[in-house]
């Protein structure tokens, strides 16, 4: 039998949560109508439309790539440009998968934390008009950011407003949507569509769920083509249920919140710890479930035996920690023990 061991790698890492291990049981009884004309589908698509309003379209996929993809396609033409942070995930993670298949062109800002600006946008705000220019029309902001960081509400509500001014929408991609929210102390609403957001990547993966994530378009006109642009894209699932229930339980008796607080609670445990320790330097603010710190390189095979996390930055010596919905006190705390016996020892 492999040994239990939980990291610090990625909340990708954790497993299933129990509950949604129950509600794909239950779901798995009898036939149900395929590719979504199911009633488990309608009823995830319900409860996300009494979340953030009845005017949103729900289209469910199988992961985050997907979700970006789809959402930038549906909210560009080929000859458009897509701005986002350096550091987003459809920037650096996604390989070429948004080009390909929006056949836009990714315009990278530069960010220290993982945030752009109005200023940062409207400085690549160019050539509009020209016939030989990609023509911007999608502002992309992730939130949390890949730092670990957050927009406040304000700061999407400027970022939309600069979108709107300059006919482009606003995209957010949300794959940690539920750990923003619980550390802002807000409904999905405020920061998302009532704060001019026009289509939202929604993720489950990373919040217990065993895969599966929900796009969800505010700006109506944006969703004409979105079923087949799903299905050209191969992120149409034909035994929806089994998105759908999963999505139906996370979202129920509060689970999204209780998975996001206790990664958010462990997270906020951990640094405060490891920043106390000697030769720890945290780079940025901890908001969500990321962890962000500078540690000499030498310590870092050492610690990586007892529990493995990814080195973020080779060149600065800059490593991320995450925590998930299963992090608990006593890994935390045996983790931080770790890394001061290590950095004494260094
Ligand atoms: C910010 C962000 N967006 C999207 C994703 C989704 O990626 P995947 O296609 O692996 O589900 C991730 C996963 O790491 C992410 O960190």
Same mark, same amino acid.
């Given at each position: ?11 990708? #890492? ?11 049981? =239950?779901? *798995?009884?009898?036939?149900?109508? $395929?590719?979504?004309?199911?009633h488990y589908t309608a009823e995830a698509t319900a409860l996300f439309k009494k ?39 459809? #920037? ?17 800002? %530069? %960010?220290? *934390? ?9 400085s690549k705000v160019q050539r509009i008009g020209d016939q030989h220019h990609p023509?911007?029309?999608?502002? $992309?902001?992730?939130?949390?950011? /890949? ?9 999407? =509500? ?54 599966? /994530? ?54 906020? =445990? ?7 320790? $000697? ?44 925590? %998930?919905?299963?992090? %608990?006190?006593?890994?935390?705390? $045996? ?12």
């Amino acid at each position: 039998m492999s040994q239990v061991v939980k990291t610090f790698a990625s909340d990708n #890492y954790a497993g299933v949560h129990p509950e949604i291990m129950d509600a794909l049981g =239950r779901a *798995n009884t009898g036939h149900a109508s $395929s590719y979504g004309a199911d009633h488990y589908t309608a009823e995830a698509t319900a409860l996300f439309k009494k979340l953030f309003g009845q005017q949103t379209e729900v289209f469910f996929v199988y992961n985050g790539t997907g979700a970006n993809v789809l959402a930038l396609s549906a909210s560009s033409k080929t000859f458009s440009s897509v701005i986002c942070a350096e550091s987003a995930h459809i #920037y650096v993670d996604e390989s070429t998968a948004p080009e390909k298949f929006s056949g836009c062109r990714l315009i990278p800002v %530069s %960010s220290s *934390n993982g945030k752009i600006t109005p200023e940062a946008v409207l400085s690549k705000v160019q050539r509009i008009g020209d016939q030989h220019h990609p023509q911007a029309a999608v502002v $992309s902001i992730s939130q949390p950011t /890949e730092y670990g960081t957050l927009y406040t509400v304000e700061e999407i =509500r400027e970022l939309a407003n600069t979108a709107h001014q300059h006919g482009m929408v606003l995209h957010m991609d949300g794959a940690r949507i539920s750990n923003a929210a619980v550390s802002l102390n807000a409904e999905f609403k405020t920061f998302t569509i009532d704060a001019g957001v026009d289509v939202l990547s929604f993720g489950g993966t990373k919040n217990g769920m065993m895969f599966g /994530e929900a796009i969800l378009i505010f700006n109506t006109g944006l969703a004409k083509d979105l079923q087949f642009l799903r299905k050209q894209g191969m992120q149409l699932h034909s035994k929806m249920r089994f998105i759908a229930a999963q999505f139906t339980a996370l979202l129920s008796n509060d689970l999204w919140r209780r998975s996001a607080l206790q990664a958010n609670k462990m997270a906020v =445990r951990l640094s405060g710890k490891l920043s106390k320790i $000697s030769g720890f330097t945290l780079t940025q603010k901890t908001e969500v479930n990321g962890i962000f710190a500078v540690v000499p390189p030498s310590v870092i095979p050492e610690i990586q035996k007892h529990s493995f996390f990814y080195i973020w930055n080779e060149k600065t010596s800059e490593i991320r920690l995450m925590c %998930s919905w299963d992090t %608990s006190e006593a890994d935390v705390d $045996s983790f931080v023990e770790v890394v001061s016996n290590a950095l004494q020892n260094h």
